[in-house]
Each structure stands twice: as structure tokens, then as C-alpha cells.
């Protein structure tokens, strides 16, 4: 079946800091790949995507590309702000059929501190 | 655009009873609704999908008749605990999927803000 393992928090960083959080998955076929923000309260928000091989996805000064050849997704920022402050989660949504089914990773847990 | 609401974000109750959890498609209609759970520092656990109009797909492990699942329209979801228990406490969170919102490649859900459940 699909499984999503990504890096496990929590992670605390200055701001202004590089940001990166590891993302792997194992999936059948030629999955599409997400990265989720949940701030503190609230639901999930759909960070950015990429739906095949090679594809960047970027939003808000985050960045991931899709690496079929290392099934990975890794998730990027240059310079991260106390804002940033959320957990991330990646995840997998299969083709085919009427309901496309996400599956997530754990979450990691980001601090940024002033 | 594509705003999911959640009525109650917060709910306590006593063992024994049931409690329902709306979630409601503000801007949009939703052809299929998810239900997840999601557990302290843990991902989400997809606990059902379902069609309006038509029966709930439960996960694997998932109990139909604990966790009963309605979409009567195309902007509502109700999802029922019913004779609630402490270990049933959790986040509960719905997402929905927008009619002829898909692509080739995937069919994007929008998630609401959760309802925190507590069974004392």
C-alpha cells in the first residue's frame, strides 16, 4: 500500500534560518505529492504540489520537488519566519477511481524563534 | 474560495452519549467528503469517505455502526459518534472535494478546522 515517512520533529530553528524537512513515500504507480500546513487551531491548508516526476511545487518561499528516482519530496525554504511556526505535513494521493484517498506522513513540528 | 466549516470546534460530553459533527461546504458543493481522526503528534487517519447521496466507505478497523457517516447534500456531512467512550476522544477533521474539482492527476480536498472531542 502507499505510505509517507517524513522527518521527525520537532525541529526549532532561528529566523532567517534554511528550512528543510525530509519527505520519502512508497506508492503504486505515479502518485501526485503534497505538502499541508497546519498552524496552531486550525485545519490543514494545502502548502503546494506537484502532480508528476520532476514537477516543483512552490508557495509562500517553500519549495519541494518531485524526485521520482529517490521517491522523495523534500520540503525547502531559504529564510524561515516566526509565522512559519506550524506542522508540516507531506502526503501522497493515488490515481484512479472517483475518490482520490490522501495518505500523510506524521508531521513535523516547526519552531522558529526570533 | 473554498471554505469547509466545522460546528462544534469544541465539544465535551458524558460516556454513553452521542455526539454529532457537522461539516459544511460553504462556497462550493462537494461531491465526496472525508472524515479523519487525527491522535496527539500523530497524522491523520482517514476514518471514511463519502458520496452524497449514496452509503459511507469505512476504512479498515474503522466501526460503521460507532461511527455513522450521512452526506444528504452536496454541502453537508454529518458524522455521528454514537455512546461515546474516553478512548473515542480525539480531533476529528473533514475535508471536502469540489464537484468536477478533479484533474488527471488528483482531486484537491479543503479541509476544516476540526472539532476536539472530549468523553469524560
Known amino acids: 500500500g502507499n505510505s509517507v515517512t517524513q522527518m521527525e520533529g520537532p525541529v526549532t530553528l532561528s529566523e532567517e534560518a534554511f528550512l528543510t524537512i525530509n519527505c520519502t513515500y512508497t506508492?503504486?504507480?505515479?502518485?501526485?505529492l503534497f505538502w499541508y500546513v497546519q498552524y496552531p487551531g486550525e485545519g490543514l491548508q494545502l502548502l503546494l504540489k506537484?502532480?508528476?516526476?520532476?514537477d516543483k511545487g512552490s508557495n509562500k518561499g517553500f519549495e519541494a520537488t518531485y524526485r521520482k528516482e529517490t521517491t522523495s519530496f523534500h520540503l525547502e525554504k531559504g529564510s524561515v519566519q516566526v509565522s512559519d511556526s506550524a506542522v508540516y505535513f507531506c502526503a501522497l494521493s493515488g490515481r484512479g477511481g472517483s475518490n482520490y484517498k490522501l495518505t500523510f506522513g506524521k508531521g513535523t513540528l516547526l519552531t522558529v524563534n526570533p | 474560495g473554498a471554505v469547509v466549516s466545522q460546528h462544534p470546534s469544541r465539544v465535551i460530553c458524558k460516556s454513553g452519549t452521542s455526539v454529532k459533527i457537522e461539516c459544511r461546504s460553504l462556497?462550493?458543493?462537494?461531491?465526496?467528503m472525508f472524515w479523519y481522526r487525527q491522535f496527539p503528534k500523530q497524522s491523520l487517519m482517514l476514518m471514511a469517505t463519502?458520496?452524497?447521496?449514496?452509503?459511507?466507505?469505512?476504512e479498515q478497523g474503522v466501526e460503521k455502526d460507532k461511527f455513522l457517516i450521512n452526506h444528504a447534500s452536496l454541502t453537508l456531512s454529518t458524522l455521528t459518534v454514537t455512546s461515546a467512550h474516553p478512548e473515542d476522544s480525539s480531533f476529528y477533521i473533514c475535508s471536502a472535494s469540489p464537484v468536477g474539482g478533479g484533474t488527471s492527476s488528483y482531486n484537491e480536498q479543503f479541509f476544516g478546522p476540526g472539532t476536539r472531542l472530549t468523553v469524560l
Open positions: 506508492a503504486t504507480g505515479y502518485p501526485s
Open positions: 506537484a502532480t508528476k516526476a520532476d
Open positions: 462556497d462550493f458543493q462537494a461531491t465526496t
Open positions: 463519502s458520496n452524497e447521496g449514496s452509503k459511507a466507505t469505512y
